[in-house]
C-alpha cells in the first residue's frame, strides 16, 4: 500500500521537473502481479503466521511489487553476497546457500533436486554455515537487512538462547520462524548446533548486530503452525478461511492483502484461479 502511494508521488514529481530517466529506471524494478507453478510445499522464506498467506504462496501466487520494493530485495541478496565474503575472509564460513528438500515420503535431499514431479513437503536454503574459530562447533546464520528504525528496536543479546528466542519473536517473528525451521530441518543434515545467529544489518548505516538465539519446542511448533494447517487445506482441494479480520494490523502489513480481499468478494479472475490450482494440487496430491 505503501509503496502505491510513493509511486503516485514520484511519477507526478517525475512529470513536473519533466524527469525521464526515472520512471525508464522504476519500470525495469516493477513486477506485476503473477503466477508460478503451484505445489503444497512448506517454504520457511514465506511462512507467516496466517494460513491464507501461506497458502496463496503454495498455490504460487506473487502480488505485484513496486520498485522500491524490488529494490529492498535486491539490496538483501547483496547483503548476503557481502557477508559470505566477510566470513570467508575472517575465516569462519563453511558454506553457504545450503537447501534441502523433505520430500513428502520423508526422504531428505541435501543439494539435490527431486526426480520431476515428486512432492515436495518442504524446502529450504539457508544462508550461511559457520564454524567457531576454538570449539569449530557449526553454526547455521541467516543475514537479514532492515531500516534504522527496526534495526533500532532489535533487543539487546540475553545470556539464555531460549530466552533471546522468545524475545526476538515479539519484534522480527518471521525472521524468529525462518530461522527456526532451518535449525530443525537443516541443523541436523549439517552437523549444525541448535543455536542459530542473526547478522542483521541496518540498511541506513551498514551497521550490524549479531544476535544468538536457540529456539524451545513451542516455538518450534508455533514455526510449523500455520504452513502445516494451510498445506492440510490446499491438500483437501479447500481454501483457508480468513483468519483475521478485514483491515486488522496483520492484514495491513500482508503482501497478500488484495488478493486475499479479492477472494472474499469473489472477484474474478482470481477466484477461478485459485480453485483450479486447488484441485490441481490436491489431486496429485502434493
Known sequence: MAD??????????????????????????EQAERWQAPAATIRPSACSTCPRDVQLDMLGHRSANGAQGRRRMDNGTGAHVRWVDRLARAGLLVADSQRLRELADGTSLLNLSPPAGTAVFWSGELDVVVRHPVTKLRYIVEVKTMNARRWGLVPAQDPDHARMARLLALRERRYVHQLTQYLVKLAPALGAEDTGIFILENTDTQQYKVR???PDGQLRLEAFRAALEARAHTLRGELVPPPYARRSA????????AACYDLQDGVEPIVGEVQRRLQEVALRGG
Do not use: G, H, K, T
Not at 503516485?8 to 524494478?29: G, K, M, N, T
Not at 496483520?250 to 492483502?257: D, I, N, V, W
Open 250 to 257: 496483520e492484514c495491513r502489513r500482508c503482501y497478500q492483502e
Open 212 to 214: 544468538y538465539m536457540r
Open 4 to 29: 502505491n502511494r510513493r509511486s503516485i508521488a514520484d511519477f507526478l514529481r517525475q512529470v513536473q521537473v519533466e524527469d525521464w530517466l526515472s520512471p525508464a529506471v522504476d519500470a525495469v524494478d
